[in-house]
């Protein structure tokens, strides 16, 4: 693996068998979603990928350059949702669906994990419970209401391995209950 840098500075990582068609290009980063990007004027998509020049102006991800796509409507997925990783085995082609399935947890949720939010007000004891719930085919599904954040995200776990598979954005747990012993925590 090698690091090169964009010519506003920062550093990204490829593959070494590629350093050489990389390192010929300047590289600007990041673009508004955060991806190492390169502009040519002169080029279509294709052809600056096949070497021809055609009119028009291109801004090309590094990622889809490393890969060879050109069809917009294909997706070029960071797996570890690190756009400045384009190793090509942090790299899959996939759905705009099995795209958003690796998403992390919004800012002002009211629990670090995805799929887990806290329930309001506490409980009369003053103890917290937390829901965890998953959306699929844009349908939500309630998966159960826990006394522990981490019990509610191990659950959450489970179902998104069920549903989304290699594409499921796992939340990382420190915590050593099982399935089973969740089920039986289950309200």
């Not at 840098?5 to 979603?33: A, C, P, Q």
Request: charged share 30%.
């Amino acid at each position: 693996m090698r690091t090169l840098k964009t010519s506003n500075g920062y550093e990204f990582m490829i593959d070494d068998e590629y350093f050489n068609v990389v390192s010929k290009h300047k590289w600007y980063g990041l673009d508004r979603n955060g991806y190492i990007v390169i502009q040519r004027t002169g080029y279509s998509h294709e052809s600056y990928i096949k070497n021809r020049k055609t009119k028009g102006t291109v801004t090309i991800k590094l990622s889809r350059f490393l890969l060879g796509v050109t069809d917009r409507k294909i997706i070029v997925d960071h797996i570890d949702r690190n756009p400045l990783n384009n190793t090509i085995s942090n790299l899959r082609i996939c759905t705009q669906r099995e795209n958003a399935r690796n998403k992390s947890s919004h800012k002002n949720s009211t629990s670090k994990y995805l799929g887990v939010h806290r329930l309001m007000p506490d409980t009369i004891d003053g103890s917290k419970r937390y829901r965890a719930k998953i959306t699929v085919n844009k349908k939500n599904i309630h998966i159960g209401i826990y006394d522990s954040e981490e019990s509610a995200a191990r659950m959450y776990n489970h179902f998104a391995k069920k549903y989304f598979g290699v594409y499921a954005n796992l939340n990382k747990i420190e915590d050593s209950k099982t399935i089973i012993d969740l089920q039986f925590e289950n309200v």
